[in-house]
């Protein structure tokens, strides 16, 4: 007999990445990365390294201010 609650499938997946904008903690320039980027990111103004590759999720240097999506 079954007495338990069915569990749902969940039939469209959600992403674990996400876009995120990251502010430069030099110059304050904010720009739009990918969380788990493939490439090192540098700042547009200054050119300091905001992002890093890590295999996975990316190692993040400056100060992540919001979350897309």
Known sequence: MFTGVK???VLIP???SRFIVVSCPDCGNE????DR???????NICGRVLIEPT???ANIKGKVV???G
């Open 7 to 9: 569990k749902r499938k």
């Open 14 to 16: 959600e992403p674990k």
């Open 31 to 34: 720009q739009i990365s990918f």
């Open 37 to 43: 980027a493939s490439t090192v990111v540098k700042c």
């Open 55 to 57: 295999g996975g999720k």
């Open 66 to 68: 919001k979350i897309l």
